[in-house]
């Protein structure tokens, strides 16, 4: 009997630890797509002979369908089981990642980005959720998840690169007050190579879901079981104000680290030191370098200190960050790299953190990792367009003074959540002494 019940203990721990890397290895590839936009719409370009206004709103249209895609995973998720929604919607957004540099109209590639962006928002948040699932136990997989999906965004411009042509475009009287201008584009070099490379990101796609059916195939024994367990969770008053605070931390900048990477280009050609593009360029992909830094950072620390010591430790870090950035960012380059780094390698981790430690203090289901998903990417877009807009119309400085408001509310919130995780831990251990007395009486 004891050798049956260690044999399944240990065929139990192999399918955990398969799922647990499919699952960052849909990290990965939702890294390598999103980055692989930026570099390639040069290109994309000339293939499709449209204006740059026209070609700019490809990524757009992609992210904006994978938001709604979050949402559109709840109902889906009440139908199907949640490894073939991902197997169904993986080998969708291969087919359509393929569509996108072959089809000859940029009609059918926006179609095909929409698509793309639509099956992967409901792929993300599968992902998210179930990872959601291993971290109950343990924090490491939230933090994990971050590094793989760091690594895809670092390494698809890699990728990408050597498919690249150095085709330029002459546009002929571009009308710059239309979205969807179509201009003749005269080409000046061969055709371009970035079908090739798009193929590849479509090949490990396919790949991925071929190791998701083989898992679906073990796993099917206990669908039913997961099934029943959908729809368990209750909350209690205390228990919806906790999560909703957690939520409003996460929208207002728990992907901070990335909304100032982005802008970080923006500040340096517009403030005072007068940064080149190339210098910039270079910082910002440091900057990007070392949030994996942080994250990496974050998984060691997350197995030697609590959640809430680590969440704690990254918005005091933050703070000094963003405080010594506003007195010192337009002194010199160094400043600005320095503390921009710094920033970074404590932000890094926090998104992970927090979602570990509110499910140490409540148990949440798919439904909410999805809410959750889905103010993280509506409040990095929403910031980001705010800070933007605030460093064009007011002074490239905002951006640093942004980073401590952000910074400044998260701390108050994160107190308060601290308090009411005090509340919640100490009702759930008088409920269990309860139980635990009326069971021996």
């Known amino acids: 009997m004891s050798h049956s019940t260690s044999s399944q203990n240990l065929e139990s721990s192999k399918c955990a630890y398969m799922e647990l890397a499919l699952l ?9 797509i999103d980055s692989c936009f930026g570099p390639s719409l040069h290109d994309l370009q000339c293939l499709y002979c449209v204006s740059v206004q026209t070609i700019s709103t490809l990524f757009p249209l992609y992210a904006g369908f994978k938001t709604a895609g979050s949402v559109l995973y709840m109902p889906l998720y009440a139908v199907f089981n949640v490894y073939t929604l991902m197997m169904t919607c993986v080998l969708v957004s291969s087919c359509l990642v393929i569509v996108i540099p072959l089809c000859p109209s ?30 109950q136990e343990k924090a490491t997989p939230f933090h994990l998840m971050g590094i793989a999906m760091c690594t895809g965004n670092i390494l698809g411009p890699l990728i990408i690169s050597p498919f690249l042509t150095n085709t330029t475009c002459q546009s002929e009287a571009i009308n710059i007050t239309s979205d969807f201008v179509m201009t003749p584009i005269e080409l000046r070099s061969s055709e371009s190579n970035i079908a090739y490379a798009y193929v590849s990101f479509a090949s490990f796609g396919a790949l991925l879901v071929v190791f998701l059916a083989v898992l679906r195939y073990h796993l099917r024994k206990s669908s039913n079981k997961d099934s029943h367990q959908k729809n368990k969770y209750t ?19 728990g992907a901070a680290n990335f909304v100032y990477g982005t802008q970080l280009l923006l500040f340096g050609t517009r403030s005072n030191l007068k940064i080149s593009k190339t210098i910039m360029s270079l910082m910002t992909s440091s900057f990007y370098a ?32 963003s405080v010594f950035l506003v007195f010192t960012a337009e002194k010199s380059v160094e400043f600005l790299w320095a503390g921009s780094h710094f920033l970074g390698l404590f932000y890094a981790p926090l998104f992970a953190a927090l979602l570990a430690w509110c499910g140490e203090n409540v148990t949440l289901n798919h439904t909410l990792y999805v809410i959750v998903i889905l103010f993280d990417l509506a409040g990095t877009s929403l910031i980001a367009l705010i800070i933007g807009q605030m460093m064009c119309d007011i002074e490239p400085h905002m951006l640093h003074y942004s980073m401590v408001t952000i910074v400044v509310i998260q701390i108050m919130v994160f107190l308060c959540l601290f308090v009411i995780a005090k509340w919640i831990r100490k009702k759930t251990e008088g409920e269990h002494t309860s139980l635990t007395a009326a069971g021996s009486g």
């Not at 179609?111 to 099956?119: D, E, V």
């Not at 928002?121 to 990872?131: D, P, Y």
């Not at 060691?300 to 959640?307: D, F, G, H, I």
Request: with cysteine; glycine share 16%; charged share 5%.
């Open 24 to 32: 960052l290895a849909l990290s990965g590839l939702d890294g390598l």
């Open 106 to 135: 940029f009609w059918l590639a926006a179609a095909a980005s929409s698509g793309l962006g639509l099956t992967g928002g409901v792929v993300n948040s599968a992902r998210v959720a179930k990872i959601g699932e291993f971290g």
């Open 235 to 253: 909350f209690g008053k205390l228990n919806n104000v906790f999560v909703s605070l957690q939520i409003f931390i996460i929208f207002i900048g």
């Open 290 to 321: 070392v949030t994996l830094l942080g994250r990496v950072v974050g998984v060691l620390v997350s197995l030697a200190v609590s959640q809430a010591c680590l969440v704690t430790s990254c918005l005091v870090g933050s703070l000094v960050g």
